[in-house]
């Protein structure tokens, strides 16, 4: 087989393995949040710089309880592409899908804490489901953060190819069209030689 045919396989399957892994539609579920009439509103921020010595329960150390907040593929109901709010009114799950067309390695969920999450002895915990491996808090004053993280997993992708899956299509077609011209062309000088 030619280095072109080659060339097409290997393009069209690592094309095919980023679109295979589709993580654009994420799920935010909340659980044990305060009930308000109103509802808690919380704010996602994409791509964040995480800072570092976070831990996945607040605080740091103890056992982890409610409120807990959690990120999974899934979702769907709602087009996001960049920072948003959404309101909830207690548990429950919220469904979005990345259309920005970049991944999101690293996002950060923050919250205005209630006064009766805001008391001492309250307890924190995340999970990143399996979007991201690692999560953790910011010690709240008034807002708590929540970073999702980890820097080898695919994070939040989006269903807009990004730049470097058109750049791999364009090996692609470019290896089709040497294949093809290649099959146009007299393979050696003396196939030229009429007989």
Known sequence: MNIARWLILIAVGLAGSAWAQDNSQFVITLDGWDYGTTGQEFGFNPNPTVPGDLSP???????CGDPSIRLATGGDSQDVNGSFTFDATGDGDYDFNNTSGTTWSSVE???????SESEPGVQFTCNGGDLFQECGFMDPDNTLEVYFYDPYSNGITSTVPEPSAWIILAIAC????????RRGAPSSPLAEIPR
Do not use: H, Q
């Open 174 to 181: 470019a290896a089709m069209i040497v294949v093809r011209a």
């Open 109 to 115: 969920i923050y919250t205005t804490l209630t006064p």
């Open 57 to 63: 329960c607040l605080p740091a150390g103890d056992i």
